[in-house]
């Protein structure tokens, strides 16, 4: 599959997939993950690996895009990602959590590089995500916005209100990637992408864990309205 | 009557918009009637969400983040208490700014009741860091207000109201001004915005100094210190009392001073009518503080 949008240069020694894990366990002590400690790996990657034209020598490009973790919680694949990238040292994995360290459990933007929000209360993203998209399109810049969320998140209002509100004003920058790991406490009958499509979005639905799957529903083109990419992890199929 | 802060409000948001490109409108349905006049070249920066407080701040949020200023609106229960994670997360947590402009205030919604009005909102705001804190007492200072906002680099809360002093302060907002010189041995008494005229004219007859602001966070320490006189201060707030005068306190941490404070005492005060008589009710009038001052007993929120 074409990787037109891939900005990797594998001339910084970069990390690959199979490394992501030893990134892991170096920050939780365990050698094999629980599927929730994982639940967002492959799409987290598969965006920095396949479809973020971001790049850690630019980081204040205004024309990079913009990828909004708002499920802050349970961050170590992000981590992960992020140094396996070159955006952070992975020297500083061991030191997770700890007094001096950047890496908290929940991400704080000022203070890791190439980290777009601070997140970490359920239900803060989406909006900010909107807000930036808009930014960007008054401002004419070639970024577009990538916001991961959670099915459990969906749980907070806030983000009914933002969902209505890209929808509703046809913000085709914004890309929201919802990864269903059926934490919900109350469920979601008829489906997630469901609650987008009622409000305008494009909807796809993929395999969490198929790269090839979610570069190809995050590379779906929606110009006039955003896009929603539902990540099943963890289903039994 | 004078222009209302609120109608300055609108004029001066269109001027900033035309002024500077980076200026920002959001909206949650509220108010974006006033602004069907604004020129077709400012209108894709003013952003009504409908009635969604929180995406109103996270997408002011967003908006912040990529280098723009926002200037949000809305009644003052439903900016910042509503929304209030969003305005700690959204904006202070991501390290970025914004102007939130508040109307309704503690009973200019007299016959809306409870639902409409805030008078916590200075308290709330105030446990945000960096936050200066408006509270302008004419629509001239309001116009201040929102132009030093815009231009500066940090977070401002601007607190309209339907109350306002015949004259303005001649001072840059947030100066100490004096408004009356009393004896050396009379109390002092700081009057915060739009309750100034009623606090001079609630001192007629009386030895007592009285001070204005219109900026109660942060206070002018440096002129409450030069200008304040004798062992007593009363703060004299148009909202939940004591909400000001932890930074007047802190201003005056070295003296032996009496500090007093005159505001909102029930919040749930229970009754309608016109904004002039809730705010009697809430003994804001020059009867009401009159009366508190003689009394020289400290009020409490109940």
């Known amino acids: 599959m074409a990787r037109t949008h891939s900005t990797a240069t594998r001339t910084r020694n970069e990390l690959d997939y199979g490394d992501l894990r030893v990134l892991m366990s170096v920050m939780t002590g365990d050698e094999k993950h629980s599927e929730a400690a994982t639940s967002t790996l492959d799409v987290v990657w598969t965006l920095y690996d396949r479809v973020l034209r971001v790049d850690p020598d630019r980081l204040e490009d205004p024309d990079r895009d913009r990828f909004f973790l708002s499920k802050g919680h349970g961050p170590m694949a992000y981590y992960a990602v992020l140094a396996a990238k070159g955006f952070i040292d992975p020297a500083i994995l061991a030191g997770f959590s700890t007094a001096e360290s950047p890496l908290g459990h929940h991400p704080d933007r000022r203070r890791i590089p190439g980290v777009e929000i601070s997140s970490g209360s359920l239900g803060q993203g989406l909006a900010l995500g909107i807000g930036s998209a808009l930014a960007l399109g008054l401002s004419c810049s070639a970024g577009r916005v990538f916001v991961l969320m959670g099915d459990g998140e969906l749980d907070e209002g806030s983000n009914h209100e933002a969902i209505a509100v890209a929808g509703r004003l046809g913000i085709g920058r914004l890309t929201a990637v919802v990864i269903d790991n059926q934490s919900s406490t109350l469920g979601w009958p008829g489906g997630i992408a469901s609650r987008f499509a009622v409000e305008g979005w494009a909807t796809r639905v993929v395999d969490g864990r198929n790269h090839d799957e979610i570069e190809h529903a995050l590379t779906t083109t929606h110009i006039d309205g955003p896009l929603a990419v539902v990540a099943e992890v963890g289903r039994k199929r | ?302």
């Open chain 2, 1 to 302: 009557m004078s222009e209302t802060m609120r109608d300055r409000f609108t004029n001066v948001a269109t001027d900033l918009l035309l002024a500077d490109k980076k200026a920002v409108v959001v909206l949650a349905a509220l108010g974006a009637s006033s602004f069907t006049d604004a020129p077709s070249t400012v209108r894709s920066r003013i952003i009504d969400v409908g009635i969604r407080e929180q995406a109103m701040i996270g997408v002011a949020g967003g908006l912040a983040l990529e280098g723009f200023r926002p200037i949000v609106m809305s009644y003052t229960p439903f900016l910042v208490e509503r929304p209030f994670e969003q305005i700690k997360l959204s904006l202070t947590h991501q390290g970025v700014h914004a102007t939130l402009v508040s109307i309704g205030g503690s009973w200019d919604a007299s016959t809306e009741g409870r639902t409409h009005q805030a008078p916590e909102d200075v308290a709330v705001m105030s446990t945000l860091p960096g936050w200066t804190i408006h509270v302008p007492g004419t629509s001239d200072e309001a116009e201040q207000a929102l132009r030093l906002a815009h231009d500066s680099a940090t977070s401002h809360y601007i607190r309209l109201s339907g109350d306002q002093n015949a004259a303005s302060a001649h001072a840059q907002p947030g100066v100490i001004t004096i408004l009356r010189r009393g004896s050396d041995h009379g109390m002092t008494v700081l009057a915060v915005g739009p309750v100034a005229d009623a606090v001079l004219e609630a001192v007629e007859g009386t030895d007592a100094t009285v001070l204005y602001t219109n900026v109660p966070r942060p206070i002018d320490a440096d002129g409450l210190r030069a200008s304040v006189v004798g062992s007593e201060i009363v703060v004299v707030e148009p909202y939940l009392v004591g909400s000001s005068v932890p930074p007047v306190a802190a201003a005056l941490s070295d003296r032996p001073m009496r500090i007093r404070a005159i505001g909102v005492t029930n919040p749930e005060l229970a009754h309608y009518g016109t904004p002039r008589e809730l705010r009697a009710a809430h003994g804001l009038d020059a009867d009401g503080l009159r009366a508190a001052l003689e009394h020289g007993i400290a009020q409490i929120a109940s």
